[in-house]
């Protein structure tokens, strides 16, 4: 069963709040059999960006320390 506010699957049907975003589970109306059509999944960083990114920052700190000393 998932959360009608965020989409997370509630592994416990006795809760009384969701694990992940807090809302009230007042009775077992709150629960539904599939997941929320209107959630949004959560996007993946692509990894291939993160190196150029990194080489970005350390260039950019390098300057910035050459333009205080």
């Known amino acids: 069963m998932f959360c009608t506010n965020c989409g997370v699957e509630l592994t416990?049907?006795?809760?009384k709040?969701?694990?992940s975003c807090g809302a009230s589970i007042r009775n077992h109306?709150?629960?539904v059999k599939k997941r929320i059509?209107?959630?949004k999944p959560?996007?993946?960083m692509n990894p291939a960006l993160l190196i150029p990114a990194g080489i970005a920052l350390f260039y950019a700190l390098k300057?910035?320390?050459r333009s205080l000393s």
Do not use: G, H, R
């Open 17 to 19: 709040f969701c694990v």
């Open 42 to 44: 959560v996007k993946e």
């Open 29 to 31: 109306d709150v629960f």
């Open 63 to 65: 300057i910035l320390i």
């Open 37 to 39: 059509s209107n959630s």
């Open 12 to 15: 416990n049907s006795s809760a």
